[in-house]
């Protein structure tokens, strides 16, 4: 049997070792309470494992506001500029000793560290992605032993690091003035957002972040599992590549290696018994074979494409001496191709996934750590949240991005659950990075234990090896052209002789790519540094224009796939008022210019607005400071729309010259980590943005998208994801802007092409609305347009869709609706789901409601109402009171803030 115990908080049961049995020993259990003190003692308190110190402190006091509160990212630096160091004593009983071999393993440790039992130095940590493991039988005794960790200072750290480079080459790295971050977080392997990012403080963290385990057992322990799925005629094979620890031990060892697969109908099982030598002392790996009739499996799919079918597997290490040690997994069974093939016409190469032999068009976002702290990122009901509302936006890719996190299982077990696949970034972002062989010894440990632990996940699609580097060196944005050989020489050591090289040998199942954005097999080919790495002829691109107007289509590119793309908006007033004082909530205060990290962020705002609305309130007056938030957030959901669906229509376009075949669109960023001006959809508190509703119905399986073209001409497409062809019927509705009643529609039948783009409707835009009966002069400011989709018998099977001729600051006889709620009942069946009916008496546009204090999200937000009454549902996971969700719902809309 295999003893462990537990020296931190207990890991979820799902995707972990299971024991045989196990002492718990968590931060206050067991005789041993964790301690953490600075090094001159000013400050000792207790902590929690896993945890960091700016939780501690904030829970012992130390820290007396919110970390987010006002000035706290810059006030509350000291923390990180002190060295920690953690301890405990505990138990141990004579039978746990009895064990041959006693492990004392942390999961996590944020960062450089030393580690001493019983005051004996065992090792040391530098890497806060690698498990570190230490064999402390001959140490450990029976009774109470004690641990010390101690962690130095990472600003310090960093510097120390940067100061020993060469003098005649110098690996640079230094965060905008305006991130009001920290240097040189580029020489620590440690999440690099720590030291601040454009959206995002800085508070570099130190903690033992994971969990620690104390384990005894007296032949090995079953450290991982990783797998392939291989389908042929009539069967699923399912190769298990199992790994074992013993120690440091170089002979052999024998033992039962089983596996177990749990189907609808059946136990599938097999059981070899091995002799096996050791690939490294102390480590052992061996290939298992389960093959299931296919009768038996369902397929995995994507959101939108099918179920995600999971099934339990168990794998069992086991010996004559009764030597137990067990891992559950849960399997999901499908193929995963980047296709990247010549094009018909022109040059260049195709980038698309495909999923079970299935083109899938990667409707998406990117995903920043949920939390600034890294023990905080793990917290369930945040992650649950935040995918629950990827998922419900139609998403179905989520990029994990390179600055960040490699995140909790739990994280990865509710994408498979949910259907997200998973663009894998490894942890390298925005930098040049040094190649030494210690740094280079470090992350090819890292990538290691993060391949092997993500591996057997169904929604990984493709691993990454780093955002935005191959763009920075070539286009010189560290100064780095100086000596670019050389930099082109770390940047192949690193990214593809370690990083490329140990994945693919791996797991060699799914597609690498060096990195984001880049040309794919086109990088490669031209030495893994492209020319123009974001060519839109060749793999993905990241693509950013805050000049140009973001409402009109012809601001964007047409690409293979967008990973990266938006525009900025502030997050709600409410979110602001949870760290802030009435005073700082005006624009040019010295609060919310010190949230704004991204240079130029409020101008390029303020820019974007005054294209398409009409803005001509106080911007540093406190009362309307809400109006610009509020028009900051319709400028960002309205730009994402419009780029999102020029993605989309360019699925099947294909220019003379070969660009197009668009099959990605990624936006930049789904989640916020503070509360602060950003490019999210969903804020920290959780609350929607404008964005994030239509992103519900921009990502929607089937969408009627129009738009004008550059030559005036009204078109209107049928985007279809679905995988089989359907009658529908497109009605184009034309109205004025003070009446309710459309002066004019049209209704035409269509065949819906399966997976593919339909053309329904062209005519010049003047000379339709002349039709409609706009008038004949100034027709593009008098009326708009609007546009459903419903099957043959009348059922609506896409969202709503509207289409604005001119800018809305150019208006003609528009007029402030007068909206009221005219009932909230609770949903049939449900306590937490309420219907709400609105009334208006003329049209609204950009209708957006606030349930103050009340947590939640509407069905729809910030819509348009072209009808008398619209009715949309509440839902919450609070039991909330009718009458008092009827009094905090406030509406407003555009035309409050209108003057013609």
Known sequence: MISKIQLGLILPWFWIQIYSYEILLDHNKNDGTWMV??????????ATVPGGIYTDLSVAGILTQDIYYRFNDIEYRWVSKENWTYSRTFEVSEDFLEKQQIFLVFYGIDTIASVYLNDQHIGDCENMFVRYSYNVKSIIHTGTNNIKVKILSPINEAKKRFEKQATNYIVPACVPDEYHGECHVNFLRKMQASFAWDWGPAFPSVGIWKSVVLEAFDIAVLREVMLQTVESNNKWSLYL?????????????????????????????????????????????????????????????????GDQKLYPLEVVFSNEHNSKSTKTLKVGFRSIQLVQEPVAIGTGLTFYFKVNNVPIFAKGSNWIPSHVLPEKSA????????????????????????????????????????????????????????????????????????????????????????????????????????????????YITLYVDTIRNITLAQDNVRPFAVSSPSNGIESEEEGYVANNPSSTFYGDIHYYNYISNGWDPDTFKVTRFSSEYGYQSMPSFLSLTEVSIPSDLRLYSEFTRNRQHHPYGYPEIIAEIDYNLQYSHNLNDTEQYPIFIYFS???????????????????????????GLTMGALYWQ?????????????????????????????????????????????????????????????????????????????????????????????????????????????????????????????????????????????????????????????????????????????????????????????SSNGFLMVKPNISITFVTKYNVDINKLHEAITIFSLGDYYKE
Request: proline share 4%; glycine share 4%; hydrophobic share 40%.
């Open 379 to 490: 917290e369930p009901k945040r992650i649950e949240y935040l995918l629950e509302s990827a998922r419900i936006a139609n998403m179905n890719m989520l990029r994990v991005w390179g600055g960040g996190l490699y995140e909790s299982d739990l994280f990865y077990q509710l994408a498979d659950e949910k259907g997200l696949l998973i663009w894998q970034d490894f942890m390298f972002a925005c930098s040049m990075y040094p190649t030494d062989d210690n740094f280079l010894q470090s992350v090819s440990t890292e990538v290691t234990q993060q391949v092997r632990r993500l591996q057997h996940h169904p929604s990984i699609a493709i691993w990454a090896g780093n955002n935005e580097n191959e763009a920075a060196l070539r286009d010189n944005w560290y100064g780095t052209s100086n000596d670019f050989n050389r930099y082109k020489q770390d």
């Open 241 to 305: 590549n199992v790994f074992v620890e013993t120690g440091n031990q170089t002979s052999n060892i024998s033992g039962n290696f089983s596996a177990s697969l749990t189907t609808y109908t059946n136990l599938v099982t097999v059981t070899k018994y091995e002799t096996l030598s050791p690939y490294a002392p102390g480590f052992f790996n061996t290939i298992l074979l389960l093959e299931i009739p296919k009768s038996q499996i369902q397929l995995w799919w994507p959101n939108g494409y």
């Open 633 to 659: 957030q319709i400028n960002q959901a309205m730009s994402y729309k419009t780029e999102t669906e020029f993605y989309r229509r360019s699925r099947n376009l294909l220019t003379s010259d070969g660009q």
């Open 37 to 46: 003190r600075n090094e001159n003692g000013t400050y000792k308190v207790a």
């Open 670 to 858: 789904l989640n916020d980590i503070w509360q602060a001006p950003s490019w999210a959809s969903i804020e920290f508190n959780g609350k929607w943005k404008i964005l994030h509703y239509f992103a519900k119905d921009f990502f929607a399986p089937i969408l009627v998208s129009p738009y004008k073209r550059a030559d005036g001409v009204l078109r209107v497409d049928l985007i279809s994801d679905i995988l089989t062809d359907m009658q529908c019927v497109l009605n184009i509705f034309v109205y004025k802007w003070n009446s309710l009643n459309p002066i004019y529609n049209i209704s035409s039948n269509h065949t819906l092409n399966n997976a593919s783009v339909t053309n329904a409707f062209n005519h010049d835009m003047k000379e339709f609305l002349q039709i409609a009966g706009c008038g004949a002069n100034e027709t593009t400011s008098k009326c708009f347009l609007y546009f459903t989709l419903t099957s043959l018998d009348g059922e609506e099977i896409s969202p709503h869709n509207f289409l604005f001729p001119q800018p809305l600051k150019k208006l003609m006889n528009f007029t402030a609706p007068d909206i009221t709620v005219a009932s909230v009942s609770l949903a049939p069946n449900s306590q937490n789901v309420f219907e709400i009916e609105l009334k208006t008496d003329k049209i609204a546009l950009f209708v957006w409601l606030e349930a103050y204090n009340i947590p939640g999200h509407f």
